[in-house]
């Protein structure tokens, strides 16, 4: 891969590192926090205003929150929230050491939604997650 290549690291439970390297799970579930939007949205466009710069912003300022979106259709969520892209998902389990191969998985990432998640893959029922979804496995490291 070259040096453009964009990497999204997540650390995951034992439970979810084994479904997700034997191909059952096929996404991650990440809570709409302050942390998650900094990391995963690249602009926002509500109310009016639109936020180009994720840094200070909160969740509070544009109304993006769980009780917010269950209002609002996913075709508003499609045009006015710009998610970043990634190329590949590397799942770690915990924090292992960087040579680390049985606890490192690299996979090709295939986009990022705000939507309702499996709950037999971790999601609460009828709450929304930056759901984020895995390719064919690239390599374990």
Same mark, same amino acid.
């Given at each position: 891969?070259?040096?453009?290549?964009?990497?999204?690291?997540?650390?995951?439970?034992?439970? $979810?590192?084994?479904?997700?390297?034997?191909?059952?799970?096929?996404?991650?579930?990440?809570? %709409?926090?302050?942390? $998650?939007?900094?990391?995963?949205?690249?602009?926002?466009? #509500?109310?009016?205003?639109?936020?180009?710069?994720?840094?200070?912003?909160?969740?509070?300022?544009?109304?993006?929150?769980?009780?917010?979106?269950?209002?609002? *259709?996913?075709?508003?969520?499609?045009?006015?929230?710009?998610?970043?892209? #990634?190329?590949?998902?590397?799942? *770690? %389990?915990?924090?292992?050491?960087?040579?680390?191969?049985?606890?490192?998985?690299?996979?090709?990432?295939?986009?990022?939604?705000?939507?309702?998640?499996?709950?037999? $893959?971790?999601?609460?029922?009828?709450?929304?997650? #930056?759901?984020?979804?895995?390719?064919?496995?690239?390599?374990?490291?």
């Amino acid at each position: 891969m070259n040096g453009d290549t964009k990497n999204l690291t997540l650390s995951l439970k034992k439970q $979810w590192f084994e479904m997700t390297k034997l191909g059952i799970k096929r996404e991650d579930y990440r809570e %709409l926090s302050d942390y $998650w939007i900094k990391r995963l949205v690249e602009s926002i466009t #509500f109310f009016g205003g639109r936020y180009d710069s994720m840094k200070d912003l909160s969740i509070n300022e544009v109304g993006l929150s769980n009780v917010n979106l269950l209002h609002v *259709t996913s075709d508003v969520l499609k045009r006015d929230v710009k998610l970043k892209k #990634f190329d590949v998902n590397i799942m *770690t %389990l915990g924090y292992p050491k960087s040579g680390d191969k049985e606890r490192i998985l690299k996979l090709e990432n295939k986009g990022i939604e705000i939507r309702t998640g499996n709950s037999e $893959w971790g999601a609460e029922p009828n709450k929304l997650y #930056f759901v984020i979804m895995h390719g064919d496995i690239l390599a374990c490291v």
